[in-house]
């Protein structure tokens, strides 16, 4: 019998995934706009969240005959120290999320190649690798790089108008993408797209490595819930 503790996964409130976010994803972000957050539990002790939502480019469900309600991202992993793999808690919040959200077809995901993230955690639940996406431009504004794309964000009205080229900018390597289908006739659709997956570089997956300083803080559940007892 496996000494973990309870694993348990529930919808978590704003309040909650902001917290996890802001302080256990590399990016120290949370997106503005709805999400479906997925809060997770070892025990009693509040590890993090996962966060799908319908992403910032609003074409990316185009490529696979989509409309962009029936094709999400998975947006955020942000996770504390935590015994259970990530795999496995992504797994069950995709079981949670297929029942609170009728009629999502495909699930997409990035690994950051700037972060070094190859997508060991998508590899371990068996996603659809389909290579690397276009490169980008960051600008910097307000103390942080952004694409241009995020500057429709709550703090940037204040910035509307602006010569982009008065700006700091850097280019940015294109990120490794995964499909997750939900549905037969949609993993026929994809299945032809597979690559090989790439090899791990550096770093830990998506800015939450398994062994990390710092508890679990906030008590956030909605009433739709799993639980993953030892195995």
Known sequence: MSSRPELRLAIATTEAARYACEKWHYSKSYPIGKSFDVGVW??????????????ANMNMSKPYGLTQWQCVELSRVALSSHEWPVSRMISVALRLMRIACKGIRLIVSYADTMQ???????????????GVTGGDTEYKIGGKWRKARNFRSSDFSKYSGMDYSKLPARK???????????????????????KPYPKRERSA???????????????????????????
């Open 42 to 55: 070892e025990g009693k002790r509040y590890v993090g969240v996962i966060q799908f939502r319908n992403g």
């Open 116 to 130: 070094g993230h190859h997508g060991g955690i998508y590899q371990a639940g068996g996603w659809v690798y389909t």
């Open 172 to 194: 940015t390597p294109g990120k490794h993408r995964y499909l997750m289908p939900l549905d037969d006739e949609m993993r026929k659709r994809i299945e032809p797209l597979r």
């Open 205 to 231: 997956e998506n800015g939450t490595p398994g062994i990390q300083s710092g508890g679990g803080g906030v008590n956030p559940t909605r009433s739709l819930q799993t639980t993953e007892g030892g195995q």
